[in-house]
Nanobody, 125 residues
Framework: QLQLDESGGGLVQAGGSLRLSCAAS????????VGWFRQPPGKEREFVAA????????FYGDSVKDRFTIVRDSDRNTVDLQMNSLKPEDTAVYYC??????????????????WGQGTQVTVSS
């Protein structure tokens, strides 16, 4: 069973950057699509970004496109989320999720099999 562990969250000022890391218990590049989701306070969970295990194609939510980058580091066996130009509305608990590839709809969290415990990101104005 795949285990995922997020790290890198914290408090940052608007306009700043953070890099989240999702460490996996086995090599996700072998067969897992990996996604990042977030849940702002009082709101529904939303899709942030995802990367295919086969081919490495990347996908982004509209609100983070051009600001966030998802990166698979095979040497470290992590999938990182580089977040730049952060805004207060990016404040949320961020989760990484793994699904046996191919996940049919990467933007649908119900299609992922494994989830991390989440890491808090707070962006102050």
């Amino acid at each position: 069973q795949l285990q995922l562990d997020e790290s890198g969250g914290g408090l940052v000022q608007a306009g700043g950057s953070l890099r989240l890391s999702c460490a996996a218990s086995e090599r996700t590049a072998n067969r897992y699509d990996v996604g990042w989701f977030r849940q702002p306070p009082g709101k529904e969970r939303e899709f942030v970004a995802a990367i295919r295990w086969s081919g490495g194609r990347k996908f982004y939510g509209d609100s983070v496109k051009d600001r966030f980058t998802i990166v698979r580091d095979s040497d470290r066996n992590t999938v990182d989320l580089q977040m730049n130009s952060l805004k207060p509305e990016d404040t949320a608990v961020y989760y990484c999720a793994g699904g046996l590839g191919p996940v049919l709809n990467l933007r649908d969290g119900t299609q992922y099999n494994y989830w991390g415990q989440g890491t808090q990101v707070t962006v102050s104005s």
